[in-house]
T-cell receptor, first 112, second 110 residues
Framework: SQTIHQWPATLVQPVGSPLSLECTVE??????LYWYRQAAGRGLQLLFY??????ISSEVPQNLSASRPQDRQFILSSKKLLLSDSGFYLC???????????FGQGTRLTVV | GQQVMQIPQYQHVQEGEDFTTYCNSS?????IQWYKQRPGGHPVFLIQ?????EVKKQKRLTFQFGEAKKNSSLHITATQTTDVGTYFC??????????FGTGTSLTVIP
């Protein structure tokens, strides 16, 4: 069966520090991968999505970036965090368009 | 950019009352999905609608997709405390993007 792993679960980082969140999927190949951010009490904002290795589409221009070095690995990064980067980051995968998305457990990031 | 709005943002109901959340898109959607997120948890898929005017039921939950494929609704009959959470619609566009609505947070008062 397919599983998705996302870590760490919680993270507290100072302003200006770098960020690296990792997401891996098991039990499937060539998934579509997504990064979402959810501010407290708010909806999910699509940040990046990827349909294949090295293919990244950015939805929101900001100081975050994403990479997909392997088929089932999706990484969210920042060189310098801002206070406004705080939030709940969710990785998700689905097997192509029009299929259900499966979410990781999320990373709660607090930038202080 | 693509916007998917939901109303209401918050809803408090007495246990046993019905609940409805509405989802509206600024553009025509290929499909619509619904997810439920429990407090502190991650979204979990409930259902997908693809056809214009489609209606699907899951026990006490009824999902509708509008004729123009720009709006959708989720109706819960006789709410229970286990229904507490935030309900999101997610609109699919051609290609691989899908955009989540702003969510409706449901509180059920016992």
């Amino acid at each position: 069966s397919q599983t998705i792993h996302q870590w760490p679960a919680t993270l507290v980082q100072p302003v200006g520090s770098p960020l690296s969140l990792e997401c891996t999927v098991e039990g499937t190949s060539n998934p579509n991968l997504y990064w979402y951010r959810q501010a407290a009490g708010r909806g999910l904002q699509l940040l990046f999505y990827s349909v294949g290795i090295g293919q990244i589409s950015s939805e929101v221009p900001q100081n975050l970036s994403a990479s997909r070095p392997q088929d089932r690995q999706f990484i969210l990064s920042s060189k310098k965090l801002l206070l406004s980067d705080s939030g709940f980051y969710l990785c998700a995968w689905c097997q192509g368009a029009f299929t259900e998305a499966f979410f990781g457990q999320g990373t709660r990031l607090t930038v202080v | 950019g693509q916007q998917v709005m939901q109303i209401p943002q918050y809803q408090h109901v007495q246990e046993g009352e019905d609940f409805t959340t509405y989802c509206n898109s600024s553009t025509t959607l290929s499909n619509i999905q619904w997810y439920k997120q429990r407090p502190g948890g991650h979204p979990v898929f409930l259902i997908q609608l693809v056809k214009s005017g489609e209606v699907k039921k899951q026990k006490r939950l009824t999902f509708q997709f509008g004729e123009a494929k720009k709006n959708s609704s989720l109706h819960i009959t006789a709410t229970q405390t286990t229904d507490v959470g935030t309900y999101f619609c997610a609109g699919g566009l051609t290609g691989n993007q899908f955009y989540f609505g702003t969510g409706t947070s449901l509180t059920v008062i016992p």
